[in-house]
């Protein structure tokens, strides 16, 4: 069986999206590669992730990727001395070009630092509130509504679960895992199909003595499973501006060892899914705990 890869896209800013989405369009085209792409719709507020200086490995992971190198000094200043510029009205016509070259696309958040720092805290009401502007911009700028989304930072509950299936939403990829499965929290089942991230991510895993970069692409086909999917999450700010001739190369080397790549939106229509607890976690080469997926749900 050869391995299968769907690769998830997650935008997080900005610079992200007017470099980095480009320069993915054009290398994803090249190689005939499909993929999903998760896009912030609202104002990029990334220097009130400052905040984050509190939470455990956040200094580490800071030094080992080489923040201001990636996203420069104008990105982390967005929200806190300089005004958040607002992607979806900055770049919608650069976004719509995303669908109309036959990629996926769904949201990844309004405004992402809000989500990524403070879900955990925020009401259902605030939940439900700030998701509706992120669908509402979607609508706006694609003329349909939104049938995925991916969780900044892979910060999912109970009360984010019940949003996405106000929303009728038909999948997910919030956590992190190992196969598709429908979430379980708070003794409720959701409708809303969640499809995790199984791989690290590429800022997990820079700047690690462990992980040479040179290596890199040599370990990640070593994790590929032939018995289940294998989703890849990248970020433009990353794969598609500093390391793209890495990505590059990577991508390469999967094309080479015959790994067949789908989009995430084929897999739903696969088979059935177990039902599993969504629970949370840490994981090496990231500050904070995760959404991941727990324990199947006897019947």
């Known amino acids: ?49 400052i905040q984050r200086i509190f939470r455990k490995g956040f200094f580490k992971k800071c030094s080992r990727t080489n923040i201001i190198e990636i996203y420069g000094i104008r990105t982390l200043l967005n929200g806190v001395l300089l005004p958040g510029p607002h ?40 939940i439900t509130s700030e998701f509706q502007k992120a669908l509402n911009e979607f609508e706006r700028i694609f003329g349909v509504p939104a049938t995925t989304a991916a969780a900044p930072g892979w910060q999912a509950n109970a009360k984010t679960l019940e949003a996405y299936d106000k929303a009728n939403l038909i999948y997910a990829s919030d956590c992190r895992g190992f196969t598709p499965f429908f979430p379980k929290a708070n003794d409720k089942t959701y409708k809303t199909l969640q499809i995790p991230t199984t791989l690290p991510t590429l800022d997990e895993l820079l700047g690690r003595p462990e992980f040479p970069l040179e290596n890199l692409a040599d370990y990640y086909l070593s994790l590929l499973r032939t018995d289940r999917l294998n989703v890849l999450n990248i970020h433009p700010e990353l794969e598609g501006m500093k390391y793209f001739d890495w990505f590059r190369s ?39 705990k995760l959404a991941w997926q727990g324990l199947p749900v006897k019947s």
């Open 87 to 126: 992607i979806g009205k900055k770049h919608e016509k650069l976004l719509r070009s995303i669908k109309e070259q036959g990629f996926d696309v769904g949201i990844h958040a309004y405004d992402h630092q809000k989500w990524q720092d403070g879900v955990t805290n925020m009401s259902s009401e605030e």
């Open 1 to 49: 069986m050869k391995p299968l890869i769907a690769l998830k896209i997650d935008v997080d800013t900005e610079i992200g999206t007017r470099i980095g989405i480009p320069n993915l369009l054009t290398l994803l085209k090249e190689l005939q590669i499909p993929a999903t792409f998760y896009l912030s719709l609202g104002p990029d507020n990334t220097g009130r992730a």
């Open 250 to 288: 990577l991508l390469i080397a999967f094309k080479e060892h015959k790994v067949e790549f789908k989009n995430l939106s084929e897999v739903v229509g696969f088979n059935k899914f177990p039902t599993c607890e969504l629970i949370q976690q840490k994981i090496e080469g990231r500050s904070g």
